[in-house]
């Protein structure tokens, strides 16, 4: 049974593991491990970047962050934030340095990266489903969705995602289950699990979705039917479209990088795996961070009120530093209070 650790270590679970539990799982030469160095410290440095800015852009907008939609879309940018972070330093250990933890420390990084990606999905499934309530209940939507029951559903889905991701580190281990030929520790039985919690999270994705888009399309129709009116609610129904057209780039993109990494899950749980297609798993891994990514760039290229908090905070910062030009060409003999006091006017 590959993934199994032998009696001593068994016996002793808080032990270091030895490498001999990794040897199968390890499988990069050298060449290749220096690309997956290379491309992980830069797609992950990229990725926190972005979604840092992101974050900021959202938590530091008074407007923003009382909004359903963007306190959904920080979740997003958090768990993509997290998920850069914890599946850098996870993988290129692993792969590259092939460092030695002990059982539970192994399973919690692993569980860390699991709840991550996991959270990342699931902020996808609030945010489709905002936009569903929108457009289905356009009327009620304020109503239907205020910012408490938001930071509930927020905080239901992290503590499942949480939950399911860390059910190896609680003991759903391998031996004498079969273990997974992808994941050292990690049984069979629990891998297909969590695969078919993330397809019933992408079908009810699918679903709300393709109800956004049609919707969508009719409130395209429609403005285009009465561009020459000014009729009220007319600016909500353009904010609907946009955000509808983003969330479908999301999904475009959320089916291309995932979808080659569920297909060779699903495969090694029918056959045996050889080296080169465990080669290609690690590589085809990097996907899930590239979706992480790609997610805070469609948001600031498709997203006005993202775009214009960018302004305003670029606005504040220009006169700032304006101000402190100004200050540092002052009278050497003005006080400080004075110097206080003009910067706070210019600002």
């Not at 273990?179 to 709300?208: G, K, M």
Request: with cysteine; net charge positive; aromatic share 10%.
């Amino acid at each position: 049974m590959e993934g199994c650790w032998n009696s001593g270590v068994a016996n002793a679970s808080h032990g270091d593991l030895t490498f001999s539990i990794f040897r199968n799982y390890t499988v990069l030469n050298i060449p290749q491990k220096t690309a997956i160095a290379v491309l992980c410290s830069l797609l992950g440095v990229l990725c926190a970047l972005e979604n840092a800015i992101v974050l900021f852009l959202i938590l530091s907008s008074p407007r923003l962050r009382r909004k359903p939609s963007y306190l959904f879309i920080s979740s997003l940018a958090g768990a993509d934030f997290l998920a850069s972070l914890f599946f850098v330093i996870s993988f290129v250990n692993f792969h590259v340095f092939h460092q030695e933890d002990s059982r539970d420390i192994f399973l919690l990084k692993l569980g860390g990266v699991t709840m991550t990606f996991t959270g990342s999905v699931g902020s996808l499934l609030l945010t489709a489903i905002d936009r569903y309530l929108c457009l289905r209940h356009p009327a009620k939507y304020k109503a239907l969705f205020t910012r408490g029951r938001a930071l509930v559903m927020l905080t239901a889905m992290w503590a499942i995602s949480a939950v399911v991701s860390y059910l190896p580190l609680m003991g759903w281990t391998c031996c004498p289950r079969l273990c997974s030929e992808l994941f050292p520790l990690i049984p069979n039985d629990y891998l297909l699990s969590w695969i078919l919690f993330i397809a019933i999270l992408f079908v009810a994705i699918f679903y709300t979705y393709a109800y956004v888009l049609w919707k969508a399309h009719q409130h395209t129709s429609t403005l285009v039917m009465y561009q020459q009116k000014r009729l009220a609610g007319m600016s909500r129904m353009r904010l609907d479209v946009r955000l509808a057209k983003t969330l479908g780039v999301v999904l475009m993109v959320l089916v291309l990088c995932w979808l080659p990494v569920l297909a060779l899950m699903v495969y090694s749980l029918t056959a045996s795996l050889n080296e080169h297609i465990k080669k290609v798993f690690a590589f085809c891994s990097m996907l899930c961070l590239i979706n992480s990514m790609v997610n805070p760039v469609i948001y600031a290229l498709r997203s006005r009120e993202i775009r214009v908090s960018a302004k305003n905070c670029l606005t504040r910062w220009k006169n700032m530093l304006r101000g402190t030009r100004t200050d540092s060409m002052e009278d050497a003999q003005k006080s400080s209070v004075t110097e206080t006091e003009g910067e706070t006017r210019v600002t």
